[in-house]
T-cell receptor, first 113, second 111 residues
Framework: DTAVSQTPKYLVTQMGNDKSIKCEQN?????MYWYKQDSKKFLKIMFS???????INETVPNRFSPKSPDKAHLNLHINSLELGDSAVYFC????????????FGPGTRLLVL | RKEVEQDPGPFNVPEGATVAFNCTYS??????FFWYRQDCRKEPKLLMS???SGNEDGRFTAQLNRASQYISLLIRDSKLSDSATYLC????????????FGKGTRLSVIA
């Protein structure tokens, strides 16, 4: 009965490959997010979707493309992976955007070789 | 002033000690704040919300000083299990701007 789940948990891949990370939440929340946490542990928002619509798109290379097939899922596809993409990617959800508590998934540890 | 600024630590304290972290923020219009806790190799989890002058939950007390634009987290009678990184979070003023996470303060409680 995991609230926010992500797959895969670990991802090791070569530069130039394309990969996807999936996220699902069973909390009935309207808003979902993708965060990137780099080696310095700084947690930075990448995208936010509210009810399948993109509402926040921070300065992220267009190699990153989020997709929300329904409000319980927010997937992240990354094209042409680069070394600098190595990080932990966290999915999160909240009842609404803004001041609501966010619930995070366990993270996907991406290593680009 | 940076949007959210925290002392990165690490704070190394013995069990039973009292420790306090501060977090300064730049947006004077911010109304509410959060402290999240992140264990090593785990996801962040909400620890406390701070809406007015402060909040207390057991050994944890969060205080807000609007005049000086900082929030603090006080942990009394530290336990080994309190070892983690504590993230200060400032929500946006509108729904279409993101939460701002501080870089976190690392706490190690030593036996």
């Amino acid at each position: 009965d995991t609230a926010v789940s992500q797959t895969p948990k670990y991802l090791v891949t070569q530069m130039g490959n394309d990969k996807s990370i999936k996220c699902e939440q069973n909390l009935g929340h309207d808003t979902m997010y993708w965060y990137k946490q780099d080696s310095k542990k700084f947690l930075k928002i990448m995208f936010s979707y509210n009810n399948k619509e993109l509402i926040i798109n921070e300065t992220v290379p267009n190699r990153f493309s989020p997709k929300s097939p329904d409000k319980a899922h927010l997937n992240l596809h990354i094209n042409s992976l680069e070394l600098g993409d190595s990080a932990v990617y966290f999915c999160a959800s909240s009842q609404a955007g803004g001041v609501e508590t966010q619930y995070f998934g366990p993270g996907t540890r991406l290593l680009v070789l | 002033r940076k949007e959210v600024e925290q002392d990165p630590g690490p704070f190394n304290v013995p069990e039973g000690a009292t420790v306090a972290f501060n977090c300064t923020y730049s947006n004077s219009a911010s109304q509410s704040f959060f402290w999240y806790r992140q264990d090593c190799r785990k996801e962040p989890k909400l620890l406390m919300s701070v809406y007015s002058s402060g909040n207390e939950d057991g050994r944890f007390t969060a205080q807000l000083n609007r005049a000086s634009q900082y929030i603090s987290l006080l942990i009394r009678d530290s336990k080994l299990s309190d070892s983690a990184t504590y993230l200060c979070v400032v929500p946006p003023n509108s729904g279409n701007t993101p939460l701002v996470f501080g870089k976190g303060t690392r706490l190690s409680v030593i036996a």
